[in-house]
């Protein structure tokens, strides 16, 4: 079975710490996204990376940086947190040729 | 830019019935498509793919049709357990930032 891993479930962070959710696939997939998701807004995509050292921007990047140093790899940087950036956070991979994208299990953040 | 549209619902159905939803997309580059599941605090899971020939899985049936740009899912006898909230996702031709679409999902409550 394909496993995406965030390395956090429950995550408390204080207002200007810089913050790193990390997350790791074992399927060798070229795709890797990071979104958030708020109760009435939906997933919504903050970066997608299509091979190492690649990124896009998505919908909401502002705050946010990545890095996919590895394929398997794709880390979310919260430069400076802010209260704004409490949610719950998804990393997901998919193979390129529109197949379906698996999920890790979440992260959800809090920012104090 | 693209959307996809879905009811939020919540659809309050009773345990036994059958119940359907769809979901509308705006892009005709559209590629694949497909349903999850997510329940309340878990990552979404995928439930099925859809295809234009439409496809059955147990109690669930999905369909495409392209002519009018909507994906459906029929949900027939109604279990307790079907309780969650259905995200459809839609992908583009070619990926991309943008390969990878989700609805905001469809909140199903079932009732005893």
């Known amino acids: 079975d394909v496993k995406v891993t965030q390395s956090s479930r429950y995550l408390v962070k204080r207002t200007g710490e810089k913050v790193f959710l990390e997350c790791v696939q074992d399927m060798d997939h070229e795709n890797m996204f990071w979104y958030r998701q708020d109760p009435g807004l939906g997933l919504r995509l903050i970066y997608f990376?299509?091979?190492?050292?690649?990124?896009e921007k998505g919908d909401i990047p502002e705050g946010y940086s990545v890095s996919r140093e590895k394929k398997e790899r794709f880390s979310l940087i919260l430069e400076s947190a802010s209260t704004n950036q409490t949610s719950m956070y998804l990393c997901a991979s998919s193979l390129s040729g529109g197949v379906r994208a698996f999920f890790g299990q979440g992260t959800r953040l809090t920012v104090v | 830019r693209k959307e996809v549209e879905q009811d939020p619902g919540p659809f309050n159905v009773p345990e036994g019935a059958t119940v359907a939803f769809n979901c509308t997309y705006s892009?005709?580059?559209?590629?694949?498509f497909f349903w999850y599941r997510q329940d309340c605090r878990k990552e979404p899971k995928l439930l099925m793919s859809?295809?234009?020939s439409g496809n059955e899985d147990g109690r669930f049936t999905a369909q495409l049709n392209r002519a009018s740009q909507y994906i459906s899912l029929l949900i027939r006898d109604s279990k307790l357990s079907d309780s969650a909230t259905y995200l459809c996702?839609?992908?583009?031709?070619?990926?991309?930032?943008?390969?990878?679409?989700f609805g905001k999902g469809t909140h199903l409550i079932i009732q005893p």
């Open positions: 892009n005709s580059a559209s590629q694949s």
């Open positions: 990376s299509y091979d190492v050292k690649m990124k």
């Open positions: 859809v295809y234009s």
């Open positions: 996702v839609v992908i583009l031709k070619g990926g991309g930032a943008d390969g990878l679409t």
